[in-house]
C-alpha cells in the first residue's frame, strides 16, 4: 500500500465518523455542541438539512481522495488533481474556523479532526 493510499483510506475513515455524527444530529440527537458553531445541542430544521447534505459532501470527498490515491480510477485526471488541492485548502480553512468556534467541544474535538484530515489530503496531494 503506498502513502498516499494509506493517507486516502485514514481521510475516508474521519469522514465516515463525521458523516456518522452528521446523521445523528440531522435525525435530532444532541451532539450539535460539535458542528455548525456548537451554539445548538439540537439542530433547528435548517442545520438539520445542511447535517445531511454534508454526508453527500463526505462522501464525495472520500472519493475525490481515494481516486487520487489510487484505490479508485481517474486519479491522474486534471479534475481530480484540482479537487485534492482544493479539498486540502478547505480542510485547513476548517482549522481555523473550528479553532475560532465559540463551541468548546467543538473546538476540542473538530480542529484536530480538521487538522488530520488536512495532513492526510495533503499527503494524498503531494503524490506521484
Known sequence: MTIQLAAAALATLVLAALAVLQILV????????LVWGG??????RKLRIGSAVSVLLYAG???ILLSRGGLL??????????????????FVLGIGMNAISRSRPERAVMTPVCAL???????????A
Do not use: C, E, M, N
Open 26 to 33: 440531522a435525525s435530532g440527537k444532541p451532539y450539535g455542541t
Open 39 to 44: 451554539q445548538h445541542r439540537i439542530l433547528p
Open 61 to 63: 470527498f472520500a472519493a
Open 73 to 90: 480510477g481517474g486519479g491522474d485526471s486534471g479534475f481530480v488533481r484540482v479537487a485534492t488541492w482544493i479539498l486540502v485548502g478547505y
Open 117 to 127: 484530515l488536512a495532513a492526510a489530503s495533503l499527503v494524498v496531494a503531494l503524490g
